[in-house]
């Protein structure tokens, strides 16, 4: 058998192969971890850079082309000056997940002619504080944002740092995509904060920077043939200090069976705020009367805390001692897998009652209930009403009632009504008359005093920030609109977290050991090859000395 004759070239020529081969290979490996460092690593407790199931929903669902234009100005100041890359990195996530329904363009409005395009969309400079070598100036530039759907847009006009920028790109685009505007309106006549045109106006305010144009608020009375005055997707009930009369009972239930959810955010007590250390009174609203036959009912009672709960200060004639204030417990038992309380950390209920479930009912109605919140079983209830002083809420009774206590509770049921058409309060149209729904929609919350900051009682702005964010959740629930909580209740609170020491320890191993590692089995895998190839020519020539080089071979 013939053996075949290799030569210095052929072997010269095989080794620069390999050489060629190693080297792509480096050049390959140099160019994917250039990328991966470049790359952001997402150890956000949420996965903060990756787009909510709820954006790749809105998006997958677009029925005509969106268009995003963002005017930046150049040289921006830190922290803005991490926005173009931030947006540019977040909005190609946008378009390659609207599979070609959406584009996106970042201008830098240099010339007159750029600045008039932003200015049409709405944009104006905005100041920024800037710092030079000797001193600290405002700047006036560009940074805002137009989403532009068919013959509408929907302009962002200043863009922060801070900003949840999914948030506020998500909200534009349903906004403009909407079929229909939706409307929540407060039920006033009844006594309360409703009789108050500050809460509406505030709620406007809250309501337009969360919705935008989506949802309008308003108040809503009673008529004299017992419906709404102006109809709503959604009720307020907030913290109404007068008995419902039959006819304001039947006017709410009327307009739960046809559609209209409700929200009851109801202290079983009324106080004074300004004198909060005043005893507290007992009212009955007789809302029970419409939430009895969907199976929940407010209790006339008084949730105390006193292991959780805030701590405040008490003054003395020399001193202030910190004191605990069992009235105002910290609830942390919240429902995670609801959007309504999936981001929560925790709340706080001032004064609050707690809610008795009927669970027999439920099962007979096939309901879908969520129980948003449950005290710990440190706390107890006790019969509500009268002395708030401290001493006596920290001092045990008899009649209290340990815990855990249902607090919060979401609900969708089939309900019968509570009248009959002979039982009708007088005014109602009996053809109007509906005895049963198949999904009445509930939001139920034992107090109404979470909404505002009260510091005469320890209740401060974080705490009411809380309570906000659970109020504007469960309105969004409620409309039958909720595609934006998980994306907003990524960022309320911030959620993100720094990585774990053993998440921290393979990033450095893979940033300082990876590349040298994958070099050395390179040339590992050379040594061994050229090896190989030593060994086999040498066993050739021993095999056949007449094809021995007059050389050796290196």
């Known amino acids: 058998m013939t053996q075949k004759h290799i030569t210095r070239r052929s072997y010269l020529l095989h080794t620069a192969a390999v050489l060629a081969l190693i080297l792509i290979a480096l050049v390959a490996l140099n160019l994917i971890f250039s990328r991966v460092t ?124 801070t900003d949840n920028f999914e948030y506020l790109i998500a909200k534009s685009i349903v906004n403009l995509t909407a079929p229909a505007q939706k409307s929540v309106a407060v039920l006033n006549g009844f006594g309360g904060l409703a009789e108050s045109n500050i809460l509406v106006e505030s709620m406007q305010t809250v309501f337009a920077e969360v919705f935008g144009k989506r949802v309008s608020v308003t108040t809503a009375g009673i008529t004299d043939n017992c419906t709404l005055s102006t109809p709503a997707d959604a009720l307020v009930v907030l913290n109404i200090s007068r008995e419902l009369t039959p006819c304001a009972r039947y006017a709410i239930e009327q307009a739960v069976f046809h559609g209209t959810s409700l929200a009851v955010f ?54 202030k001692v910190p004191v605990s204030l069992p009235a105002l417990p910290i609830i942390t038992a919240l429902d995670k897998s609801n959007p309504i ?60 009632i340990p815990g855990p206590h249902t607090l919060i509770v979401a609900l969708q049921t089939p309900q019968r009504s509570h009248f009959t058409r002979d039982t009708l309060p007088p005014g109602a149209d009996a053809q109007n008359f509906t005895d049963s729904t198949n999904r009445a929609r509930y939001l139920i919350v034992p107090t109404g005093d979470f909404l505002f900051s009260n510091k005469l009682i320890g209740y401060s702005d974080e705490f009411a920030r809380l309570g906000i964010h659970l109020f504007v959740n469960g309105i969004e629930w409620l409309i039958q609109d909720d595609a934006l909580i998980e994306i907003r209740n990524r960022t309320l609170p911030q959620m993100f977290t720094n990585p774990t020491s053993d998440v921290r320890k393979r990033i450095i191993l893979l940033n300082v050991a990876g590349v040298p590692c994958l070099v050395l089995i390179c040339f590992a895998a050379l040594r061994c090859m050229r090896r190989r190839r030593r060994t086999k020519i040498r066993r050739q020539f021993e095999n056949n000395p007449a094809n021995s080089p007059a050389k050796p071979l290196n």
């Open 341 to 400: 309380t999936q981001n929560l950390s925790a709340i706080v209920m001032p004064f609050s009652g707690t809610l008795s479930i009927d669970d027999a009912r439920i099962a007979s109605n096939h309901a879908e209930i969520s129980r948003l919140a449950i005290s710990s079983s440190s706390a107890v209830a006790r019969p509500s009403g009268g002395d708030i002083q401290i001493e006596a809420l920290q001092s045990p009774r008899t009649d209290e």
């Open 38 to 161: 470049s790359a952001r690593w997402d150890l956000t407790a949420d996965a903060q850079f990756t787009l909510s199931p709820a954006t790749q929903k809105l998006l997958e669902s677009l029925q005509d082309r969106i268009r995003i234009k963002v005017f930046l100005s150049p040289d921006l100041p830190a922290p803005d000056n991490t926005l173009r890359q931030r947006l540019n990195d977040l909005l190609a996530e946008f378009e390659a997940k609207a599979h070609g329904k959406l584009t996106f363009e970042l201008i830098e409005p240099q010339s007159q002619t750029d600045e008039e395009v932003a200015k049409g969309f709405g944009l104006r400079k905005v100041a920024v504080s800037q710092r030079d070598e000797s001193q600290r100036t405002l700047r006036l530039v560009f940074k805002g944002m137009t989403v532009i759907y068919r013959d509408a847009a929907e302009t962002i006009p200043e863009l922060r740092a």
């Open 266 to 319: 109801q202290n079983p007590t009324q106080g004074d705020l300004l004198q909060p250390d005043q005893p507290r009174f007992n009212i009955d609203t007789k809302l029970n009367e419409i939430l009895e036959n969907a199976g929940v009912q407010l209790n006339a009672d008084l949730l105390l805390d006193r292991m959780h709960n805030i701590v405040g200060t008490q003054f003395t004639e020399d001193s």
